[in-house]
């Protein structure tokens, strides 16, 4: 099946450890995208890549990095800069042609402690 | 001012009635409009595109609006399983970055 896949669905960290959330897909899509999405609010871009081994700054970069080695693999790397990462992560795909519509992956859920 | 703009509701309905909500947006040139669906805790999911002469899909209707830079969403004769968060989505011009809004929740009951 065609899709979006993110690993791990729950993951809990230590203050002051960095973690990666995995992100991958099989649909052949050129743009990858990563959003942040807190309890009772909208989705925020925290990166996002139109192409292989280019990527963009979204909203709120600050504490995060990312990848773009492979146009399946878009890993996300939340490091201990980042103040508050308790959150939802999206990690979402696109193909190349403009006016197409995004496709989410299931989200990683990740808790602080 | 956001770029895109939601009543965050919430909407509650009892089952089999219609309910109506918009979006605004600011960018003029923005060029592709999407209503996507989040259910508790899951992803957004892909409820239907906007066409510039409006659309439908089953119980959903999507209209856009450019003169006055809104969508809307309308559902008729509601369901227990509409009860969701409804997101607007927006695509400026020349940008791969998509908008999005903080959303509009529906509960239908029974």
């Known amino acids: 099946d065609g899709g979006i896949t993110q690993s791990p669905k729950y993951l809990f960290r230590k203050e002051g450890q960095n973690v990666t959330l995995s992100c991958e897909q099989n649909?052949?899509?050129?743009?990858m995208y990563w959003y942040r999405q807190d309890p009772g609010q909208g989705l925020r871009l925290i990166y996002y890549s139109q192409i292989v081994n280019d990527f963009q700054k979204g909203d709120i970069a600050e504490g995060y990095s990312v990848s773009r080695e492979k146009k399946e693999s878009f890993p996300l790397t939340v490091t201990s800069a980042q103040k508050n990462p308790t959150a939802f992560y999206l990690c979402?795909?696109?193909?190349?042609?403009?006016?197409?519509?995004?496709?989410f992956g299931p989200g990683t859920r990740l808790t602080v402690l | 001012r956001k770029e895109v703009e939601q009543d965050p509701g919430p909407f509650n309905v009892p089952e089999g009635a219609t309910v109506a909500f918009n979006c605004t947006y600011s960018?003029?040139?923005?060029?592709?409009f999407f209503w996507y669906r989040q259910d508790c805790r899951k992803e957004p999911k892909l409820l239907m595109s906007?066409?510039?002469s409006g659309n439908e899909d089953g119980r959903f209707t999507a209209q856009l609006n450019r003169a006055s830079q809104y969508i809307s969403l309308l559902i008729r004769d509601s369901k227990l399983s509409d009860s969701a968060t409804y997101l607007c989505?927006?695509?400026?011009?020349?940008?791969?970055?998509?908008?999005f809004g903080a959303g509009t929740t529906v509960t239908v009951r029974a």
């Open positions: 906007v066409y510039s």
């Open positions: 989505v927006v695509t400026p011009s020349n940008d791969y970055k998509l908008s």
């Open positions: 979402a795909s696109r193909a190349s042609e403009r006016y197409n519509e995004q496709f």
């Open positions: 649909l052949n899509h050129d743009a």
């Open positions: 960018n003029s040139a923005s060029q592709s």
